[in-house]
């Protein structure tokens, strides 16, 4: 497939519309669950519509659709382009990946074979614009830092002027360690975009935690034993790896990722007098910032991974507050 770039009017201008328009249409990308998307829906509220979403994990969408009532597509690679609509806003939590071709400083040519390749193809023809991506904090350095440059020079040749951060979850009210790399970019170059400064910490672990859970979250006698024992091994070597305890007190967790319904290592609630729980699937949503409300249609295993997989919600909507008034004003 040959992309070529749609020539655009650079004047900071909507597609097909002025900045005064009453809703702005985006598209979610591998779409998760949602997080980003609920992210963006409570800073810009009515004035925002989503006409197009993506996600390949079946068991994703059918939260993605108990909650915002659409089902998304499946892989974005078998979705031509200009079969999706118009839009002024992607939203992309992309995995990461290297290119095959690194170094070689092509540019749109090098993301071929990757799945940004695919956010950028949909940005070529379709020139939105705002581009929104997250990755994990280590994208700045992945395959000795090509793959964050790439990615960066592929959104500047486009014509995008490119901001980045990496934000942690801890800084947000969320009673998580979790650092990401935010990339917001604009089409054109006379934007000055600030990403939000930190807020005050309002929640601590036990402000998430549930009064009444079931003993099936209470990890076994077997594998409490496993666990001390990997530590003790652990520790031996000189390294500091093992599980994690919390209790209602503490100011925060460490990061939960796709991986916590093995074992719970990561994040281990205290109980008195019997061993340690897990985090029941709800814990794990108000811990990545998701709403009492949020839909929980799938297996616990499931849910693990969706929670795990997504986004530190009150991360997003800070920084789409802050996109949502230089639009607002025309900027």
């Given amino acids: 497939m040959t992309i070529k770039y749609r020539q ?3 004047t900071i201008r909507f597609n097909n519309t002025n900045s005064t328009q009453s809703k702005y249409r985006a598209i979610d990308l591998f779409a998760g669950i949602g997080g980003i998307r609920l992210g963006f829906e409570q800073a810009f509220g009515e004035t925002i519509e989503f006409v197009f979403s993506s996600e390949i994990d079946k068991y994703a969408q059918i939260t993605y659709n108990a909650n915002f009532g659409e089902l998304p597509s499946g892989d974005i690679t078998q979705i031509d382009e200009k079969d999706i609509p118009p839009h002024d806003i992607i939203l992309a939590g992309f995995p990461c ?10 540019g749109f040519e090098d993301t071929r074979g990757t799945l940004f390749f695919e956010v950028a193809r949909i940005a070529a023809y379709h020139k939105p614009r705002i581009i929104f991506l997250e990755n994990v904090k280590g994208f700045v350095n992945h395959d000795k830092g090509n793959t964050f440059r790439v990615v960066k020079e592929t959104l500047e040749e486009m014509g995008y002027k490119v901001f980045t951060q990496v934000l942690n979850a801890k800084d947000f009210g969320v009673p998580q360690n979790r650092e990401r790399i935010y990339i917001v970019a604009f089409l054109g170059n006379d934007i000055e975009f600030e990403f939000p400064n930190t807020i005050e910490h309002t929640l601590k672990v036990g402000d998430i935690l549930e009064d009444n859970v079931d003993e099936k979250y209470t990890i076994s006698d077997k594998l409490w034993t496993g666990h001390q024992r990997r530590k003790i091994e652990h520790k031996a070597k000189g390294n500091g790896f093992g599980y994690s305890i919390f209790n209602e007190n503490s100011s925060y967790t460490s990061t939960i990722s ?3 319904y093995k074992d719970g290592s990561e994040i281990l609630i205290e109980q008195k007098g019997q061993n340690p729980r897990k985090l029941t699937p709800r814990e794990a949503g108000k811990l990545q910032g998701f709403p009492n409300n949020f839909n ?17 919600v009150p991360v997003i909507s800070a920084i789409s507050k802050n996109i949502s008034k230089i639009i607002k004003n025309g900027k």
């Fill in 8 to 10: 655009t009017d650079m």
């Fill in 296 to 312: 929980i249609k799938v297996s616990d295993v499931q849910a693990y991974k969706q929670f795990g997989n997504s986004v530190s």
């Fill in 97 to 106: 990946q290297a290119f095959s071709i690194a170094g070689h400083r092509k």
């Fill in 258 to 260: 796709a991986r916590y």
